[in-house]
Antibody, heavy 122, light 111 residues
Framework: QLQLQESGPGLVKPSETLSLTCTVS??????????WGWIRQPPGKGLEWIGS???????YYNPSLKSRVTISVDTSKNRFSLKLSSVTAADTAVYYC??????????????WGQGTLVTVSS | QSALTQPASVSGSPGQSITISCTGT?????????VSWYQQHPGKAPKFIIY???SRPSGVPDRFSGSKSGNTASLTISGLQAEDEADYYC???????????FGGGTKLTVL
């Protein structure tokens, strides 16, 4: 059974860089031919797709965040990561990592991590 | 503002049926059969319940069904049960540069 687990600091200061990692178990980020995605949800609000990465390193980003986002994959550790720079309070959200049901497709997402709350505050 | 428009809330009594709409454009909902729906209980990750407009993943009860007409997709839940009380989100592929869009979510209250 595929499992995803987010990890990283729960508190980030304004203007700094948010860094999260999603560790995959029960499957391989390199051999599954899937994209691996990040989605966030501000408190009390809806879902927003941040971006996705393929095992080859090909990335797609939400244009609204593209200038600040970097998603990378570490096949040796079977995990992928999110960096979001120059954060503000508006970036406070629960961040989820997820995998789409189809290989070579960006959505829909059938496997999700439990989510991790990141608060941007000084 | 979300790319897909959903009603903020709907309600129904146990045993009844409800429908949640999801309105987009010809660039997303209307142009492709890549509409999916998610159920989210408080404090939990979203759960995938409908894909490709009207297909159900294994394990999802057939009380949940999806449809689409023009630029509007719909999720219908029949025989409402107390555990159906949750937030529901639609999502679609879009040919815009955004690629993946979600609706703003609908809170379902089971009276």
């Amino acid at each position: 059974q595929l499992q995803l687990q987010e990890s990283g600091p729960g508190l980030v200061k304004p203007s700094e860089t948010l860094s999260l990692t999603c560790t995959v178990s029960g499957g391989s980020v390199s051999s599954s031919s899937h994209y691996w995605g990040w989605i966030r949800q501000p408190p009390g609000k809806g879902l927003e797709w941040i971006g996705s990465i393929y095992s080859s390193g090909t990335t797609y980003y939400n244009p609204s965040l593209k200038s600040r986002v970097t998603i990378s994959v570490d096949t040796s550790k079977n995990r992928f990561s999110l960096k979001l720079s120059s954060v503000t309070a508006a970036d406070t959200a629960v961040y989820y990592c997820a995998r789409p049901m189809y290989s070579s497709s960006l959505q829909p997402f059938d496997y999700w991590g439990q989510g991790t709350l990141v608060t941007v505050s000084s | 503002q979300s790319a897909l428009t959903q009603p903020a809330s709907v309600s129904g009594s146990p045993g009844q049926s409800i429908t949640i709409s999801c309105t987009g454009t010809s660039s997303d909902v209307g142009g492709y059969n890549y509409v999916s729906w998610y159920q989210q209980h408080p404090g939990k990750a979203p759960k995938f319940i409908i894909y490709e407009v009207n297909s159900r993943p294994s394990g999802v009860p057939d009380r949940f069904s999806g449809s689409k007409s023009g630029n509007t997709a719909s999720l219908t839940i029949s025989g409402l049960q107390a555990e159906d009380e949750a937030d529901y989100y639609c999502s679609s592929y879009t040919r815009s540069s955004t690629l993946v869009v979600f609706g703003g979510g609908t809170k379902l209250t089971v009276l």
